[in-house]
């Protein structure tokens, strides 16, 4: 099992990125998939989910209406479009599967936002 996250950077405050994350080694349709973010001495926090078939989508109340998941089952990968972007967005953004019991995550990506 492998999730691969991708496209963080530095980026001015009301500036955008988009995170993605490929997987690889399980039936990912199946899997809700999951961003996370963990600031310097803060707790890993969820930011949004999607189900399996993409048909449901939750956000952290501090990201809603900036942020967008989405996945593209064919591709086996997931997205984060983040806009609006503030420097408490600032954080390692985490990938996560979420299959039967078994729940995996990448490496983590930087998104530093900052003036």
């Known amino acids: 099992v492998q999730l691969v996250e991708s496209g963080g950077g530095l980026v001015h405050p009301g500036g955008s990125l988009r995170l993605s994350c490929a997987a690889s080694g399980f039936s990912f349709s199946l899997a809700a998939m999951r961003w996370y973010r963990q600031a310097p001495g803060k707790e890993r926090e969820l930011v949004a989910s999607i189900v399996g078939t993409g048909g449901t989508t939750n956000y952290a109340d501090s990201v809603k209406g900036r942020f967008t998941i989405s996945r593209d089952n064919a591709k086996k990968s997931v997205y984060l479009q983040m806009n609006s972007l503030k420097p408490e967005d600032t954080a390692v953004y985490y990938c996560?599967?979420?299959?039967?019991?078994?729940?995996?995550w990448g490496q983590g990506t930087q998104v530093t936002v900052s003036s």
């Open positions: 996560n599967a979420a299959y039967g019991l078994y729940s995996y």
